[in-house]
Nanobody, 127 residues
């Protein structure tokens, strides 16, 4: 059974930086595009960033462009999300997810196309 495990969340001052990690197991990691999503309390989950499996092409939500960077190390079956200039938006839970390998479209923001999900890691920005 595929497993995705996030780590790296915590309490950060607004304007600070954080790096999230997500390790995949029991999967051919490089075959999957990987995405990061986040969910504020009481709100819908939203797309943050995605990266191609072998191409490593990066896609970002407009709200995080220039501040967040997604990357991956296929040898370590790990995808990262570098968060800079964190805004004081409270607490979000960040999830990593693996996109279905049969998905060929260029819109990586569609949550329905992600078939495996981690349990999430909480990021709190203090003002």
């Amino acid at each position: 059974q595929v497993q995705l495990v996030e780590s790296g969340g915590g309490l950060v001052k607004a304007g600070g930086s954080l790096r999230l990690s997500c390790v995949g197991s029991r999967m051919t990691f490089s075959s999957y595009a990987m995405g990061w999503f986040r969910q504020p309390p009481g709100k819908k989950r939203e797309f943050v960033a995605a990266i191609g499996g072998s191409t490593k092409i990066e896609t970002y939500a407009d709200s995080v462009k220039g501040r967040f960077t997604i990357s991956r190390d296929n040898a370590k079956s790990t995808v990262y999300l570098q968060i800079n200039s964190l805004r004081p938006e409270g607490t979000d839970v960040y999830y990593c997810a693996a996109r279905g390998p049969y998905c060929s479209g260029t819109d990586y923001s569609r949550e329905s196309e992600y078939i495996y999900w981690g349990q999430g890691t909480q990021v709190t920005a203090s003002s």
